[in-house]
């Protein structure tokens, strides 16, 4: 519920419309920060209920507290003496806390049985009070106008004081969820020219082209740092990556911790709870990147960032170091953190620790913080864009299964020349078995895969062959249109073979051999479904009875997301901006993200934005990664222009 500008008569009238919720008093609850304006409020509300004709009294916690280091303790206190006397129909009494003496006073205060109590002061609306309040009200300025109060308010030597309470004001808030789930949101009116004053699209522009100069240096900084959360690779690196990047996210003003589950890899959140009536957007990211692989085919230092014709280079440039920093850029556009903060949202910047390994302790970590993560917008910077110049917004992806399959056909090696002939040989028999997976053009000819229909987007061949690096000659595999084949057809990879090296094999017949494949699945199909297939396809189909073992590795989900509704238009909107007038598309892709599943299953209510900063030649996961840094400017200023326009939802 949202008031306008006679809001304490309109709350007023409101509460007595209704009974007690217990008792004989109706209990009004009146939270917000330090600075917020409640006594004023709890006064005028207080005089509102008189003139109706209703007898009030009013309690302000601050009486109830045992020093600045009992700023949430309280509560037993308020309960048993206040609360629960009046939810059984009796007065409550305290002692008052004297600030001058530092101790409780001698002499009662009397809780009168009223019509109405309001009970003010940080963290009174509580989740404990939203169980037994009939009203819970939230009151919110901006911090910079808080502080204003305060120091008008109180003596110099209470502000270092006041700057721990806050923090930890700061820190409930998040937590407890309190503006987001309080009966009443105070934004406008004489306690609350509350809203925070939005900027323009043009002072963004020039907000975000201020900042990006910091912003680049931070990111080189974030990519020389080697974080791999492979098995088998140092994971120092991911504890400095982290520590990091919770520095940027603490620099935005954010209250922020490094989590892990387990023996899961550091992941950092960043929370700013939001102004009071506005949303909240969860900025996901992940620092952790993929390994190298062969440093022989990289122009230069993964691991040190350099330009080359308007391009960054380096592992983690592009995927997703950028995707960090363009939460980063659009937070510091809003001045986030600083005396002139005007985020007009409330942010919750996740950045994983593992994305590139699996996301294994994600659901683990989604439950543990869920309520700290809880959002009305997610906003998944991960993806990218459809060309150079041409925005767009990811809404499918398909799906992923990999798995191993090892063929035997004997104990152990025997000559060539004796058994060759009448033993098959492992090699052959995993040969023959893999080409069963495709038929002459190409496709997929593992029955029960799904296969499904592609947005109407055209992909001319030379520019997919130029963006791949495909040599002259070889021809593309498939049929129907490249789209198709990459978003919404299943695909099957040989991403590796384990078998003798050419150097130094003997002549011996294989008596083992072991490949790694990779299965993408179109939207629409599951991943263990497609799993029993693949399984049952190559156990089936093994050439001359060798034997057959199809081992799991990991899998995700395909991703259909229906990109309708005020979210979606309002990225749309930023995206158009942010590329002087260029309409953003719909795209699917053919990779796998199965961690967004997650998302939509954790937070079924919130709108999932998948949004990024690659382009077609960004070759992420490849050697010589790298960002196009005009393209990067660009998403900066959409994903500040995409917060400006979910505020005004």
Known sequence: MKLGRNTAAELAAEIMTRPPRSGRSRIVAIDGQSGAGKTTFAAELATALLELGASVDVVHTDDLLDGWDDQFTFWERLQ????????????????RYDWIAERFEDEVTIVHIADVVIIEGVSTGRAAMRQRADRTVFLGVPDALAWERLKARDPAEAMPFLRVWKERETRHYAADHTAELADVLITTGRISDMTTPSLSVEELRAAVERELPGVRTDLERLARIPGIAFDGFDFTPLERS??????????????????????????????????PGAPTVLLYAHHDVQPVGDLSLWESDPFEPVERDGRLYGRGCADDKAGV??????????????????????????????????????????????????????????????????PALTTSLRGIVNLFVEVKVLEQAVHSGMAGGAVPDALMVLSRLLTTLHDDAGDVAVDGLVKTGAAPLDYPEDRFREETGMLEGVQLVGTGRIVERLWTKPAISILAIDAPPTSGAPNAVVPTAKAKLSVRLAPGDDRRRAYAIMKAHLEKFASWGAQVEVTFEHDGDPIVID???????????AFKEAWDGTEPVDIGVGGSIPFIATFKETFPEASVLVTGVEDPYAKAHGPNESLH???????????????????AL
């Not at 206040?82 to 305290?94: I, N, T």
Request: with cysteine.
């Open 80 to 95: 048993s003496s206040v609360l629960e006397p009046l939810q059984s129909g009796e007065a409550g009494r305290y002692h």
């Open 242 to 275: 982290a520590e990091a990047v919770a520095e940027l996210l603490r620099g935005c003003g954010l209250d922020t911790r490094i989590v892990r589950i387990g023996d899961g890899h550091p992941a950092v959140i960043g929370v700013k709870p939001a102004p």
């Open 563 to 573: 990109a309708t509704g005020p979210a979606y238009d309002a990225a749309r909107a």
């Open 325 to 390: 920093m363009a939460h980063v850029a659009a937070l510091r556009a809003f001045g986030s953190g600083t005396s002139d903060d005007r985020l007009p949202v409330g942010a919750v910047v996740f950045v994983e620790g593992e994305e590139e390994f699996g996301s294994a302790s994600l659901p683990d970590l989604l439950a543990e913080y869920k309520e700290t993560l809880r959002s009305d917008v997610i906003v998944i910077a991960d993806s990218g864009n459809w060309d150079i110049g041409v």
């Open 629 to 647: 840094l005009g393209e990067f400017a660009k998403v900066c200023l959409a994903e500040a222009l995409l917060l400006r326009n979910v505020a």
